[in-house]
């Protein structure tokens, strides 16, 4: 399962859509589509859509609202009645398609009691925003936040998407069994030097930005913990070539085509090879299946250590993340 996935709509979502289909038994769909996804009547006619380009595959897409400050508890209600797995929240700005976002966490109040109230999902971007707050803090700088939302609820179920600190992993470690983090394959590769040292490389830029060296240790420490908290959200953003490669680049790495078998080479490198298989499958599936209540994965899919060299372009415009680079590990069926 993937924990966090960008499928867009139109003719990208047709394009991208099997490739996440082939891999997972399901993915929690993100909305901040253009227009963004903010009610149970959009929702669901994005879930046809989605439904519609995974048709035959099996993969189940988890749908999700986007909570602005617009949003009213009677909103929440409804789209949880018509299967909204989690609401999602992200501040102004922060990313792509986040103009509207919430300025004022706070404020949420109601819609965070009737979240626990019926047992849904809050996905958090988690990064505070804001021209005067230093990139590469804004991660460190929300953790208060999340401290004091889950002091307030208690029973509220929350996930920290995408961590990029190890501050981050050691507030998650911290707080209680109903608070987890999604890691993605990118971080797990990245730091801050992979974006911009020297030269720049827009198919690495991403929100939030990949940080130090110490951080990354710490996402693949938690990756390969066996601590159900931590589990696998790609984050698979797909930009074309012509929005990354410009003034004014867009913020993503499309990570979908190479998700598994980039997360199998990480796990060869950090763990004793029985192990390979057994983490994979915990990290890119069972622990965020338990965290969100989903019945266990039956379907299944092989993995080979067979080298495979990553293609450097899908369908002509999407560059994935590790293109061209050789993979010791491939999804054989
Ligand atoms: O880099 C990112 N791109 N981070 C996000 O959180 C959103 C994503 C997108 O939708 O392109
Ligand atoms: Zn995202």
Redesign the pocket.
Known sequence: MDAHL?LRKGQILKEVAPYSAGVFGAGVI?P?TDPAILDAKSMLSYEKVVERATRGSGFKPLMTIEIREGTTPSMVRIAHEWGAIAGKIYLPDV???SEGGVANIMSLFAIFEEMQKLDMVLCL?SEVSGKSVYGLERKTLFLPTLVKITDWFPNLRVVLE?ITTKDAVDTVAGLSNRVAATITLHHLYLTNNDVADGKIQPHNF??PIPKHFRDREALQRASISGNPKFFFGS?S?P?TTATKECALG????YSAPVAIPGVATQFENLVVSDDIRRGVEDFAGNFARKFYNLPEETRRITLRRVPWTVPQIFNSRFIPFLAGKELPWQVVA
């Open positions: 960008h993100m901040n990313t792509h398609n971007h995408h991403c929100m984050d953003a930009h867009c913020a993503g790495v």
